[in-house]
């Protein structure tokens, strides 16, 4: 018993030390895949669900490790929020989503936006809409081709979320509730925020057993009385398509349309889909 509880620990001790070495070593990478442009944007597609055109597309980080290959952002930008590596990740997002549509609108994609993720740890810092001022300006970009998406985990504070919200508005940009229903914030929320558009949670949508059929129809019901355009996220199955369509949700988004395309094939997508 004595050797086996012996054997244990060293296997425990040994994973322990990979997992922070692997750590370490991930944290010291992701400093330098900032400075090398190892970094990329992919985009996925936003229909519109009753006229199936595309009305915009989703920047989703993706990280090109010399070794590990293509990385997605959930084995990094917990690493990335935990050590301020954010704040660059973040500005770098901000500005090539804004860049890349400038370009795409130059290509006459005038009736898309795109949409970028911004983390609670960004939307914190009070430069934060000074930051996307600077953004739409150094991209020469029109303020209504981009959409911010948060959680609604910025709600923790929600004082600074209003005041913050209030002046990315003013600059004409879009704001989204992204994972809408997961966080522990309520409906109330809804009221206070200018927003525009609400994510409905993957969760909800994957299985659309009865509870969560009610959920979507209360998010959906709550939603169209204040004026908010709903969007439904993890969309796959015509069923769920349906489903969606016969409750009035506006838009959709998944890998029933597309995976997150590079923006070479995105553009592709935009040319066959955006209706011209
Ligand atoms: P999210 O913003 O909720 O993005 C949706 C995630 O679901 C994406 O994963 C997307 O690829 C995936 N997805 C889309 N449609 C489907 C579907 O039909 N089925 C399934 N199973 N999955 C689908 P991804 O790209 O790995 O991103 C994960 C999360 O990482 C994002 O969740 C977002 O919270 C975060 N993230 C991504 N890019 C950025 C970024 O630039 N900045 C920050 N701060 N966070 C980012
Ligand atoms: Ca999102
Ligand atoms: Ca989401
Ligand atoms: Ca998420």
Known sequence: AKEGRKSNFCFFSEELHQKITNRLELERDLRRAVGQGELELWYQPKMNLSSSRLIGMEALLRWKHPVYGIIAPGQFIHIAEE?????????????????????????????????????????ADHEFPELVAKALHEAGLPPQYLELEITESVAQNAMHAISALTKIKELGVGVSIDDFGTGYSSLSYLSQFPIDRLKIDQSFVRNLNASNQAIIRSILDIANHMNITVIAE???TLEQVHFLQQHRCQEAQGYYYSKPLPAEQAFEYMVKHSGK
């Not at 301020?84 to 890349?100: D, F, H, S, Y």
């Open 83 to 123: 050590t301020n590596l954010i704040t660059p990740i973040g500005e770098w997002v901000l500005k090539e989503a804004c860049r890349q549509m400038k370009v795409w609108l130059e290509h006459g994609m005038e009736g898309l936006s795109v949409a970028v993720n911004i983390s609670f740890r960004q939307f």
């Open 234 to 236: 993890g969309v796959e």
